[in-house]
């Protein structure tokens, strides 16, 4: 005779009552009080608020920073061309106080003269005037008073004088004329002027 199959019991429950157990309502999971909800929610919201105002004020720093950066940097190349602009001019004006603005300058020596003696002779007529000249510029100056059509004019050389120079007496009235004390007045503005533009740069960088 066949044996039959015996199944063992795991549990000790019969299935009715494994049934029953799975089926029964387990207990209702209750929501948090709304007064934790809202707290949660809260600080939550203000982190996440702190967080973003926290990353803005760093990226305005950082712009502030890289700004003022640049403005620094704009600020030494624009020194650094005007300290090499003026450094490049300064030989120039240098060459040209001594080489053209001499010659300029005695060049404007005959036109001063007869500007001059026109101004005393429409004041008054009746006192002698007498132009004194270097040797060396005399037919110059001869030339531009025909050219100028001034008469009555003594005019005499002096060879003491130095070329670009002149002195000129109308009554108890002398008028001295000097070139080369011009330029060498030309030339000491120059060198003030790189002097206080120097300062200036090395004021500006320090």
């Not at 015996?6 to 007064?35: K, N």
């Not at 004019?153 to 080369?180: M, R």
Request: overall charge negative; glycine content about 6%; hydrophobic content about 40%.
């Amino acid at each position: 005779m066949p044996r039959l199959l015996q199944l063992e019991d795991f549990g000790g429950t019969t299935g009715l009552e494994r049934r029953s157990a799975m089926a029964a309502p387990s207990e209702p999971v209750q929501a948090p009080p709304e007064e934790t909800s809202l707290e949660a929610y809260e600080s939550g919201y203000k982190a996440g608020w702190d967080d973003a105002t926290s990353a803005e004020a760093e990226k305005k720093t950082r712009s502030g920073e890289d700004f003022a950066r640049n403005l620094q940097d704009m600020g030494f190349t624009f020194h650094e061309a005007k300290a090499h602009f003026l450094a490049t001019l300064e030989p120039l004006l240098n060459s040209l106080s001594d080489t053209v603005f001499p010659d300029v300058l005695r060049a404007t020596l005959g036109p001063l003269l007869v500007q001059t003696i026109n101004d005393l002779l429409r004041d008054s007529s009746d006192e002698e005037l007498r132009v004194v000249v270097a040797s060396s510029n005399l037919e110059a100056i001869e030339a531009v008073f025909e050219a100028a059509s001034i008469s009555g004019v003594q005019l005499l050389a002096e060879p003491s004088l130095a070329d670009g120079q002149a002195y000129l007496t109308f009554g108890a009235k002398e008028i001295e004329f000097d070139c080369n004390r011009l330029n060498a007045e030309l030339k000491q503005a120059i060198k003030d002027f790189y002097r206080l533009a120097n300062e200036e740069l090395s004021s500006d960088q320090s």
